[in-house]
């Protein structure tokens, strides 16, 4: 039997069914795991706000408050619904496109071989949120239930 996109998960005739299905579960665990480090850091920020206002204004944007807020709201309400798989190809872009956004706001200092690191990994989280965009959410997902994934 050829392994396709909708027969990877296919029994032969006559084998025992497999135990965990791979491709429901892979994309679900990478959606939790891609998801987790927005809500760690969305509420990060929301217990210690004074120390996230002064990193903003240190960077020289406008509206530090306002991009505090937006950012809470964004990470925390973004990685909740990515780990959901709720609307997951609009979420996982808007991540993407916060993830490029604050590396190239808060982390172009190349010198420093922490903010390179910081660049390069906002970049690698851009890229797995792609993957999102690309192939959906997955089975194991609002979107599957709602006909979506």
Do not use: C
């Amino acid at each position: 039997m050829i392994a396709t996109a909708s027969s990877a998960s296919t029994v032969p005739t006559g084998a025992a069914p497999a135990m965990w299905n791979s491709a429901r579960s892979v994309p679900a665990l990478g959606r939790a795991l891609m998801g987790a480090i927005f809500l760690a850091s969305g509420l990060g920020k929301l217990a210690a706000p004074a120390a996230t206002l002064s990193y903003i204004d240190s960077a020289g944007l406008p509206l530090p408050t306002v991009a505090l807020a937006a950012s809470i709201v964004l990470e925390v309400g973004g990685s909740l619904l990515l780990i959901a798989g709720y609307r997951a190809r609009l979420v996982a872009l808007v991540l993407a496109l916060f993830s490029i956004i604050t590396a190239l706001a808060f982390h172009t200092a190349f010198a420093d071989q922490n903010q390179m690191i910081h660049f390069l990994k906002n970049f690698a989280m851009a890229g797995g949120l792609l993957q999102v965009v690309a192939f959906g959410a997955g089975g194991l997902s609002l979107d599957s239930r709602a006909g979506r994934a």
